[in-house]
């Protein structure tokens, strides 16, 4: 399983962004069995959950600072999970990683870097 993220970038605050994740490969038991995560890392913090869609596109959760600002869709049709973001703000500057998960298996991308500055 391949997972690649795109759609980063450098926006000033306020702005929006939408990142992708797109996933290919076998996945037992198909692509809508898999939780769908992004986390992000900031120079100097450590990875953080930010936002995960559970299988078959059940429970979303979101870390408490982008409630109400960034959504995780999903369309397995495309085998791909989105990040809207939207009212960016400089805290939310780090490299955001897609991850896709049934457990035990795990698959990282290798992240995408979001700026947000004036």
């Known amino acids: 399983v391949q997972v690649v993220e795109s759609g980063g970038g450098l926006v000033q605050p306020g702005g929006s962004l939408r990142l992708s994740c797109a996933a290919s490969?076998?996945?037992?038991?198909?692509?809508?069995?898999?939780?769908m995560s992004w986390y992000r890392q900031a120079p100097g913090k450590e990875r953080e959950l930010v936002a995960t869609?559970?299988?078959?596109?059940?429970?979303?959760n979101y870390v408490d600072s982008v409630k109400g600002r960034f959504t995780i869709p999903r369309d397995n049709a495309k085998f791909t999970v989105y990040l809207q973001m939207n009212n960016l703000k400089p805290d939310d500057t780090a490299v955001y990683y897609c991850?896709?998960?049934?457990?035990?298996?795990?698959?990282w991308g290798q992240g995408t870097q979001v700026t947000v500055s004036s």
């Open positions: 490969g076998t996945f037992i038991g198909g692509f809508s069995s898999y939780a």
């Open positions: 991850n896709t998960e049934r457990k035990p298996l795990s698959y």
């Open positions: 869609i559970g299988s078959f596109g059940g429970n979303r």
